[in-house]
């Protein structure tokens, strides 16, 4: 359940154009630009948009989609899933739960040990060390 409610005036002053329609009109990045894509240090990802923890670089990796990719959550209540049909295409999108901002999409197409595959959108995480 969303806990942090901000209008979107305040949205708009805080985040960047690009993760203002990313987060909050649920937007994507264009493939292989992310500054998270390649990126191998150790550390926590977070929301941008309100610092909830989200996923642990320890279960990142490179799914050659264009976009971060890990296969699993730091917490199962760290995010939220939604139906998504739009584009004509049927897929779950993937929410924070905190403040509800648009990160991505997980597709049932990762490695084990959960079979998921989380495509987030690097300008919806902000990265920090350990």
């Known amino acids: 359940m969303m806990k942090e409610k901000k209008s979107d005036e305040q949205w708009r002053e805080e985040l960047t154009d690009e993760q203002y329609h990313v987060c909050r009109e ?24 309100c610092g909830e923890p989200l996923f642990d670089s320890t279960v990142k990796f ?17 995010i939220t899933l939604q139906e998504d049909k739009s584009l004509g295409m049927e897929r779950t999108e993937v929410l924070c739960s905190n403040c509800g901002a648009h990160l991505g999409h997980v597709f049932p197409d990762g490695p084990e040990p959960t079979g998921l595959r989380y495509c987030i959108n690097s300008v919806a995480m902000k990265f920090k060390d350990r």
């Open 62 to 78: 490179d799914a050659g989609c264009g976009w971060p990719s890990f296969y699993q959550t730091i917490d199962s209540d760290a």
């Open 26 to 49: 649920k937007g994507t990045e264009r493939p292989f630009t992310g500054e998270y894509n390649f990126f191998e240090k150790e550390g926590i990802f977070h929301c941008v948009c």
